[in-house]
Each structure stands twice: as structure tokens, then as C-alpha cells.
């Protein structure tokens, strides 16, 4: 699955970065839709949720394999991202 491939690649990116301050189950990413992207660490749980996913998908489908911060990159308001994950961590 393609979704496994860019966490495996962003993944190893973080490992090689300064991922110090990302605590065990959690994962850095970086949001925005231009230059100025923010970054967030979320709990692994959040990446299977299918609104989640969707994200991903997007992920994938604007950045490939490439992501130019060394983390995962989402390409979605800051605005949305919090929304999302303020309802996740609902759950």
C-alpha cells in the first residue's frame, strides 16, 4: 500500500532528523498549504482513521514519496488539521 510507503520513508527522514522531542507511538508532521508549515506530533492511533487516511491520500498525491521537511507532509489548512485531531483525540 502506498500509505505504508510514505510513513516507512518519512519515518526513517524523522529518525535521521531531530526527532528527540517525539515521545514512543507518536509521529511528527508538518502541516500547511505553503512555505509556512507548522509541526505537529500525533499519536500513531490517528493514522488509522479514514479521515485521517484521506489526508494521506492527499499527502501522497501532492508530494509523492518526496517530503521537502523530512517529515510527513500534509497539505491541508493548519485550521482543518487541528479540527481533525481535536476530534480524534475524542475518541
Known amino acids: 500500500m502506498a500509505i505504508k ?3 516507512r520513508r518519512s519515518f526513517s527522514s524523522e529518525r535521521r532528523s531531530n526527532s528527540v522531542d ?3 507511538g507518536h509521529c511528527a508532521v ?3 498549504e ?3 508549515k507548522q509541526r505537529f506530533v500525533i499519536p500513531l492511533s490517528y493514522l ?3 479521515l485521517f487516511q484521506d489526508l494521506l491520500k492527499q499527502a501522497e498525491e501532492e508530494f509523492g514519496f518526496y517530503h521537502p521537511m523530512g517529515g510527513l ?3 491541508c489548512s493548519k ?3 487541528t479540527d ?3 476530534r480524534l483525540s475524542r475518541i
Open 73 to 75: 507532509t500534509i497539505p
Open 84 to 86: 481533525l485531531t481535536s
Open 5 to 7: 510507503q510514505i510513513l
Open 30 to 32: 508538518y502541516v500547511g
Open 48 to 50: 488509522n482513521d479514514p
Open 22 to 24: 517525539v515521545p514512543k
Open 34 to 36: 505553503n512555505e509556512n
Open 79 to 81: 485550521d482543518l488539521f
